[in-house]
């Protein structure tokens, strides 16, 4: 059973910046996706960005040009760099690695806290 944890969230200020991490005992080389997505209070998870086997990156239209996905797959970790934090940027994130059909894996989430 693969393992996902998610790591690096927090309490920021509107405009900084924080970089969350997802280790995985998972090999991403042959994940056919990763990705990230996060659950605002009282809303339903959501997609951020997700990163596919043939290259392509979807990003939110709400996160284009603030959040970036990147992966280690020397140390099997994603991780995801946002930039420009805002309040509405405030959720539990969550890292998924898909390595095929029916083999989702997903963390538990880590808390991005945007606020004043």
């Known amino acids: 059973q693969g393992q996902v944890v998610e790591s690096g969230g927090g309490l920021v200020r509107p405009g900084e910046s924080l970089r969350l991490s997802c280790a995985t005992s998972?090999?991403?080389?042959?994940?056919?996706?990763t990705g990230w997505y996060r659950q605002p209070p009282g809303k339903e998870r959501e997609l951020v960005v997700i990163a596919k086997r043939d290259g392509s990156i979807d990003y939110a239209d709400s996160v284009k040009g603030r959040f970036a996905i990147s992966r280690d797959t020397s140390k099997n970790t994603v991780y995801l760099q946002m930039n420009n934090l805002t309040p509405e940027d405030t959720a539990i994130y969550y890292c998924?690695?898909?390595?095929?059909?029916?083999?989702?894996?997903w963390g538990q989430g880590t808390q991005v806290t945007v606020s004043s």
């Open positions: 998972l090999r991403l080389f042959s994940s056919i996706a």
């Open positions: 998924r690695v898909n390595m095929g059909r029916h083999q989702d894996y």
